[in-house]
């Protein structure tokens, strides 16, 4: 039960396109079975509404005020619309290398175990590979995201380009919600340790606001939300409780 995707990387790094193939293709048989009824369907809209942790609690940190996010709200709704809102399947959302089992004992598919998948709902289906590949937590290399990417769109049957400004959208989608909630988890719960991770999902947001259908997005973002620069890491830390609420 110690096989964590993480730990087996960290151990070694040379296993980490062939157990992110593994989840990849897990992944595409998850989406290839009809979901359960019942779970949550959100609208482009919901999603967008989701991200507003970003200007509503990083920004705030960052700069004292919350910000108009009208323009924001709009940029990704239309970018959601047009580019990440076609039919759904099952998404789990904490779909990552620490929620990830290896298996070793068992053949196939059945080699990968999944964790904390209490959150899971209908999505889009980049949602969950963006969620393995743009890990908060650790730095996928360049090379394997790029394969996995290939290989999710290539057994889909999903048009490249296409394809991309979709992984593009979800993750900027993403990476706008997980700033916002770890500023709040700071500024409310004390919990700083969540602020080292900020700049490598920063860095993952630029990396998908560079597509360029986000580019009107792109410019609302560069408006509100100022990069993580060590001060403002530091102005950020300075607002936390001293005693972490748990």
């Not at 991200?51 to 959601?80: I, K, N, V």
Request: with cysteine; proline share 9%; glycine share 6%.
């Amino acid at each position: 039960g110690d096989d964590i995707f993480t730990r087996l990387v960290e151990a070694d790094p040379g296993r980490e396109a062939e157990l992110y193939a593994a989840a990849v293709d897990t992944l595409l048989h998850l989406q290839s079975a009809p979901p359960p009824e019942g779970l949550p369907n959100l609208s482009a809209e919901d999603w967008a509404r989701a991200a507003g942790f970003a200007p509503d609690w990083y920004a705030f940190a960052a700069t004292g005020t919350r910000p108009d996010a009208t323009a924001f709200q709009a940029a990704l709704s239309e970018a959601l619309r047009t580019h990440a809102d076609g039919a759904r399947v099952l998404i789990l959302r904490d779909f990552h290398a620490e929620n990830l089992l290896w298996l070793p004992g068992r053949a196939g598919l059945a080699r990968v175990g999944l964790l904390d998948f209490q959150l899971g709902q209908l999505g889009q289906p980049g949602y969950d590979l963006v969620s393995l590949l743009q890990d908060a937590r650790r730095d996928v290399s360049p090379a394997t995201e790029a394969v996995m990417i290939a290989r999710f769109a290539a057994a889909s049957h999903a048009d490249p380009a296409a394809f991309a400004a979709h992984c593009a959208t979800l993750g900027a989608q993403r990476a706008l919600r997980i700033l916002g909630v770890f500023a709040r988890l700071c500024l409310v719960g004390g919990k700083t340790r969540y602020l080292p991770l900020i700049p490598r999902v920063w860095g993952q947001l630029q990396q998908n606001l560079a597509h360029p259908a986000l580019a009107e997005l792109r410019a609302v973002c560069d408006d509100l939300l100022p990069a993580p620069t060590p001060d403002l890491l530091q102005k950020i830390e300075d607002q936390c409780p001293p005693t972490p609420i748990p």
